[in-house]
């Protein structure tokens, strides 16, 4: 059994796309140490809409 995380597929779609919208966001996401990722991702699986999505992504810049 593979139990290797994966952020691609482990990441709810609304968080990728998200990221994909602000690419400084992005590249400190992937900075951040695998289990800091893990964190993300799964804080970001209470979000519901597309705008607090954008307010969760904005947190990892300190943007508010």
Do not use: C, H, W
Not at 29 to 37: C, H, I, S
């Amino acid at each position: 059994m593979n139990n290797k995380f994966d952020p691609q597929s482990d990441m709810p779609v609304g968080l990728k796309m998200a990221l994909t919208q602000n690419l400084n966001a992005l590249n400190k996401f992937t900075d951040l140490p695998e289990q800091g990722q893990i964190n993300f991702i799964e804080g970001a699986r209470g979000v519901k809409t597309k705008q607090d999505m954008t307010a969760y992504v904005n947190s990892l810049m300190g943007i508010n």
